[in-house]
């Protein structure tokens, strides 16, 4: 599966982005998804996960009630919905995919190009 990231840009501090992750060469139906961040001079760490069955969520702490995955399979679509957004959110966002049927940060076989969000203060 080949993933494309979209919808970063430069949002001042409360505000709203929604990333986009399009999907192609299998459907998302079939795999488990995730978002990434990372931040300049830090590793790349799980910010959202959904499991392939659509049944199981992650949040790491830092984001949970500001941001919100979800998926459309008709548009082979994930999104992650970023509000309340905050300075130390600025990274490159990254979508990436697995077969597995899990939430698991370490599970991910397949990532997309990365997305620049930046918050000023």
């Known amino acids: 599966v080949q993933l494309q990231a979209s919808g970063g840009g430069l949002v001042q501090a409360g505000g709203s982005l929604r990333l986009s992750c399009a999907a192609s060469?299998?459907?998302?139906?079939?795999?488990?998804m995730a978002w990434f961040r990372q931040a300049p001079g830090k590793e790349r760490d799980i910010v959202a996960a959904?499991?392939?069955?659509?049944?199981?969520?992650y949040y790491v702490d830092s984001v949970k009630g500001r941001f919100t995955i979800s998926r459309d399979v008709d548009k082979n679509t994930v999104y992650l919905q970023m509000n309340s957004l905050k300075p130390e959110d600025t990274a490159v966002y990254y979508c990436?995919?697995?077969?597995?049927?899990?939430?698991?940060?370490?599970?991910?076989?397949?990532y997309g190009q990365g997305t620049l969000v930046t918050v000023s203060s």
């Open positions: 060469g299998g459907s998302i139906s079939s795999y488990s």
């Open positions: 959904i499991s392939r069955s659509g049944g199981g969520q």
């Open positions: 990436a995919g697995t077969e597995r049927n899990t939430v698991s940060s370490a599970a991910y076989d397949y």
